[in-house]
């Protein structure tokens, strides 16, 4: 009877043990916040398209003027940076899913990621958030010389 009686103040001691674990957890579970729609502010920005998807290099040499460029994805909300590969142009959020900004001041000349930042995060990249950088066209006719002055 005395053994059976210690397996049992042992059991009771482990059934305790589990107790107080399970109470700490429910007392962590508690103080951890639960996921809201507030929450997904937190979500690092996803570049699902760029329009155009290229523009010329130098601005001053371009055929046409540079249009606006189109940066659709998600979560924009607090964008601190816009970032074609190394240029970072100005830029204006429109919506949570939509910046608008220029191409206008890339020098290199190539393919390169645009990518969005905000507190959460930097987007990451993939096929579609890729812009095509062209070269300025070279002159069909070469310049003319028509007067010098002093």
């Known amino acids: 009877m005395q053994k059976q009686a210690g397996q049992i103040v042992r059991r009771l001691g482990e059934c305790a043990a589990a107790g107080a674990l399970v109470a700490v957890l429910l007392a962590f579970a508690m103080l951890v916040p639960a996921q809201t729609a507030d929450s997904a502010t937190n979500i690092a920005p996803t570049v699902t398209s760029v329009s155009p998807s290229s523009g010329y290099s130098l601005v001053a ?7 606006t460029v189109t940066i659709t994805g998600t979560n924009f909300d607090g964008a601190t940076s816009v970032s074609f590969g190394t240029f970072t142009p100005s830029f204006m959020v429109v919506s949570s899913t939509e910046i608008v900004t220029y191409s206008s001041g890339i020098t290199t000349v190539g393919t390169v990621d645009v990518t969005v930042t905000t507190p959460a995060g930097t987007s990451a990249t993939s096929p579609s958030d890729q812009f095509t950088v062209l070269a300025p066209p070279v002159p069909t006719t070469p310049p003319v ?6």
């Open 145 to 150: 010389v028509t007067s010098i002055s002093p």
């Open 61 to 67: 040499q371009a055929p046409e003027p540079q249009p």
